[in-house]
Each structure stands twice: as structure tokens, then as C-alpha cells.
């Protein structure tokens, strides 16, 4: 997240398109960062390193459905899919 000014900055002021990586753990950081224009794109390293399915279980958790899953992972679909709708549920 430290790098994140720095990236606003030239993208406001030089006008380019600007991606940022850096202690960038969360789904929410990751949307709160793109959505609020502060920056294009993100790169996530320690999340993916250690969640290898990082991006599809944000996928479920966004209800996203139409992201691509390895036949290998696929039970792993439904596994986020029916976490995702237990915790939706629990916030209601």
C-alpha cells in the first residue's frame, strides 16, 4: 500500500496507466484501490504465493461467475461458492 500515492500521482499528472504491488493482502484493498482510480491495475505477489487460487476464490467471494476454473479445481468452485454464500447469509 506504500507505493500507492506515488502511483496516484504519475497517474494523475503524467496521465499514464500505473500498476502497484506491495503489501497488498485483500480483495477489498485490491477493489478499494481500482475502484477509487487511484491506480489501473495491481500486482499481488505473497497473496498468490501463498494462496494459489487467491483470484478464484475472490471470484466465488464476489459472486463472479462467469472466471474460469481448471477442471482440477473445480471442486474447489463449489467449495468457495458455498463459503461465500454461508458468509453472505451471516451478514444479512
Known amino acids: ?12 499528472e503524467v496521465g499514464i496507466a500505473t500498476i502497484v504491488a506491495g503489501n497488498i493482502n485483500s480483495t477489498d484493498q485490491v ?3 481500482v475502484a477509487a482510480r487511484y491506480i489501473d491495475i495491481v500486482a499481488l505477489t505473497r497473496p498468490i504465493m501463498n494462496e494459489p487460487s487467491f483470484v478464484l476464490n475472490a471470484a466465488a467471494h464476489y459472486e463472479f461467475k462467469d472466471q474460469y476454473w481448471p477442471r482440477q ?4 468452485k463449489y467449495a468457495a ?3 461465500t454464500n454461508k458468509d453472505n447469509a451471516e451478514e444479512l
Open 81 to 83: 461458492e458455498i463459503r
Open 31 to 33: 477493489n478499494t484501490l
Open 73 to 76: 479445481y473445480i471442486s474447489g
Open 1 to 12: 500500500m506504500y507505493q500507492v500515492p506515488f502511483a496516484d500521482q504519475i497517474r494523475n
